[in-house]
């Protein structure tokens, strides 16, 4: 069993073959062979992923922790950092549904990127976009980490301006880049500091280390910021939105389902620093969590195009997941980045077959009726909006509780209670934004605009000559349903169900079991809620989100062909909070950062042009040695073995 | 009158004088070139002495490097000569300033 986990290498080195191969032959081998070898990487990377899954399932639950050196990288003094590959429950859990959910989109852009241009270089981008983040997750140390951190951030930037063509699509993914490299400087500093206090920066010793809590709090916050950066937190989410330029496959890999959450698995990963942090640090992530789901949920609620509302609503996860981890649930944490994955991934590819079927028109309005023409899409996409919504059974419906549970226990949390009533009103904004988004795109009446001529859509039998909606091919679909399959039955893996006591005490929590290697000493767990108050806020949580649907439905639903009620302005326009961004780094951040630049110029590039000056001057009275007359360089050389002569002689020391 | 080592020492310090000043008041590149043979061959001639006189194969040793250098600078530097006359036929060494700051 231990020869198996010890294959976890190979899990990496499939994308990264199906990069080289790609990069090699790509372009020669074109439509549809270079997706399928990429997406055939990806299965191939997956199945490793399973093996070492089933070699660690039988492992007993002390020895699942294996670590691959695969060669020294850096040595200098004290300074060491090697290929290592980490595997235990924790990233074993990650690599799985990495690669799973990447295979799956792998196989739906061989459909969703027919016919362009680039085609084998989409699939080079998204290998090596694989490969970097599993390399983030199975790092064995922070540089190992951050290698694979910037992997991802540099494919992500690729991917977005992919279609670069058009100025909108570049700058998003300019964007993107700049506001990444802020949250990436917090975690470079975090890894400086580490390496002074801990004296290493490879998780095994940092967990076993102590340095005292004023120091673990400065490492967390750092981190924090580079996690804040990387899982679109308050307020650095500006990006994730606007990463929607991307192919929609893209937008469901790296902007929903994987790279968006190493943020929250890197604190799962340094959960024993956290820990020995001040109390207040965790309760600062937790806050900034919420902020951002509320804040994020309000927005979405004003968005007309359909990737904008998915983005905000992933903003908004990404702060439940974040709430999770400032109250120590990291395993609620866990549960809700995979259950999320998976309805997330699913929403985003649904939207892009809806995409795909109304010719590229992204906006909502002009949606409607939708379900008649596509009823695969339809139907997996509504089993994904009821997981988001968190009904019973659905994924989301577990995971989302666990967050409630954990928050409403927590007493060390400041103001823990206030925090949970708030979360569940973020849950019902979701309930709410997304049944918005269903009801307009596939209810109601159609409302489509013919391409050409831009007009609406008056009869109910006659089509639009120039639009019609179709269902997407089979490699669009099959993902489709797959993760429907698994936004319905994601959820089972961790159920709060137990019975029994003692030691035939049985409980359905695999997910918690399964990590706990990994979490052992800083998974908090619950201390005051009992099983019957549990059963409360499960039916609290339940009946928000019902409500919050219901009232939805009534509001958006409309059979004469309407769009329902608009949010107020200040939501569709996100708070105003970009452009006051764009405003201030336009306005007085960009004259500081001109007199910054002033001052590069003027003091720094000045003493070094200074120096260069004195040079040059010295340089100007010393040439005039250099006559050029061959004997006049013989005297000198005379003058100077006498001078050194007559040195020796009356020193003596010759 | 037995020949000591100090005559030879004599003979050899002659020899790089003459060199020397030959290489300082000569503007023949050739002649100039003859000179700093002549300096080389004097310092030849000290090290022969010393190896003599101390019993020490190391003298003898270093006047074979030393041969061996002058016989590569020479072919550089004739070389070097003779395309500088191809061009300039009848130019000193003074001419030849170029390369001054």
């Known amino acids: 069993m231990e020869q198996l986990v010890e294959l976890v290498w190979l899990v990496p080195a499939f994308p990264l073959l199906g990069f080289l191969t790609l990069m090699v032959i790509g372009r020669r081998l074109g439509e549809p062979m270079a997706g399928w070898i990429a997406t055939g990487a990806m299965g191939a990377s997956f199945l490793a992923a399973v093996v070492v899954f089933i070699g660690m399932v039988g492992l007993d639950s002390d020895d699942r922790l294996t670590e691959v050196d695969i060669f020294d990288w850096i040595v200098a003094g004290d300074f060491n950092v090697g290929i290592g590959l980490l595997a235990d429950p924790l990233s074993v859990t990650m690599i799985l549904f990495i690669t799973g959910i990447a295979t799956l989109i792998h196989l739906y852009s061989v459909g969703y990127m027919h016919g362009d241009p680039n085609f084998s270089k989409f699939f080079i981008y998204l290998n090596m976009f694989a490969f970097s983040m599993l390399m983030l997750v199975l790092g064995d140390n922070l540089l190992l980490t951050f290698l694979g951190w910037e992997g991802v951030g540099a494919c992500s930037y690729f991917l977005i301006s992919f279609w670069f063509s058009e100025e909108a699509n570049a700058s998003a993914g300019k964007k993107a880049f700049v506001t990444n490299r802020v949250g990436d400087f917090g975690f470079m500093l975090a890894t400086f500091l580490a390496f002074f206090t801990y004296g290493s920066i490879e998780y095994g010793e940092m967990a076993s280390g102590s340095i005292g809590s004023s120091a673990a709090t400065a490492i967390t916050l750092l981190l924090f910021v580079g996690a804040a950066g990387k899982s679109a937190q308050f307020p650095l989410y500006l990006w994730l939105p606007d990463a929607m330029a991307g192919p929609t496959p893209v937008s469901a890999l790296i902007h929903a389902a994987t790279m968006v959450t190493s943020g929250v698995y890197l604190l799962a990963r340094v959960n024993p620093i956290i820990h020995e942090a001040n109390d207040w640090a965790p309760s600062l992530i937790a806050w900034v969590g919420l902020f951002t789901a509320l804040f994020a949920a309000t927005i979405a609620l004003g968005q007309d195009d359909i990737k904008k509302v998915l983005a905000y609503s992933t903003v908004s996860q990404l702060g439940f997941m974040v709430v999770a981890v400032g109250t120590g649930v990291y395993v609620a944490a866990l549960f809700h980045m995979i259950t999320h994955a998976f309805f997330k991934a699913l929403l985003f590819l649904g939207s892009g077959s809806v995409i795909h079927g109304m010719n590229d028109d992204q906006n909502m309005k002009n949606y409607g009726g939708l379900y008649k023409y596509m009823p695969v899409t339809a139907g997996t996409f509504l089993i994904g909006w009821l997981a988001i919504a968190g009904i019973f059974p659905f994924s989301g419906f577990w995971s989302k509780d666990e967050i409630l549970v954990g928050i409403w226990d927590n007493d060390t949390v400041f103001l823990n209670k206030v925090l949970f009533v708030l979360l569940l009103v973020a849950a019902g904004l979701t309930a709410v934004y997304m049944t918005r988004l269903v009801v307009l795109t596939f209810f109601g009446k159609p409302r489509w605009r013919d391409e050409v001529t831009g007009e609406a859509w008056v009869s109910s039998d006659e089509p639009l000559p120039n639009r019609h909606p179709h269902e997407s091919p089979w490699h669009m679909t099959v993902p489709l349903l797959a993760l429907a399959g698994l936004a319905f039955a994601g959820g089972f893996i961790n159920m709060p169900f137990s019975w029994g006591s003692g030691d035939s005490k049985n409980d359905t929590k695999y997910l918690e079991h399964w990590l706990e290697p990994s979490l052992r000493w800083d998974e908090y767990h619950l201390q005051n809620t009992g099983g019957g108050m549990k059963f409360v806020l499960a039916i609290v949580a339940t009946v928000v989100a019902a409500g919050a649907i219901f009232w939805a439905w009534k509001q958006w639903s409309d059979e004469r062909g309407g769009t329902g009620p608009d949010a107020p302005e200040i939501l569709s326009r996100g708070w105003r909070y970009d452009e006051t961004v764009s405003n201030f780094m336009g306005g007085p951040g960009r004259k500081g950062f001109e007199a910054i630049t002033s001052f590069d110029r003027t003091a720094i590039d000045g003493v070094v042009n200074k120096v260069g000056d004195l040079v040059r001057l010295d340089g100007n009275i010393l040439r005039r040695l250099q006559t050029g007359l061959v004997r006049s360089y013989a005297v000198l050389i005379g003058v100077g073995a006498i001078a050194l002569m007559a040195y020796f002689l009356i020193t003596g020391n010759a | ?101």
């Open chain 2, 1 to 101: 009158m037995e020949l000591t080592s100090t005559w030879y020492l004599v003979l050899a310090a002659i020899l790089f004088a003459i060199g020397t000043v030959g290489l300082l008041v000569r503007r023949n590149p050739l002649v100039m070139f003859m000179c700093v043979e002549l300096m080389l061959n004097a310092v030849n001639l000290t090290f022969v002495t010393f190896g003599a006189e101390l019993n020490d194969i190391g003298g003898e040793i270093s006047v074979f490097f030393v041969l061996v250098v002058a016989a590569a600078e020479v072919v550089v530097g004739l070389a070097i000569i003779v395309a500088i006359m191809r061009r300039r036929s009848g130019t000193t060494a003074d001419d030849i300033s170029v390369l001054r700051g």
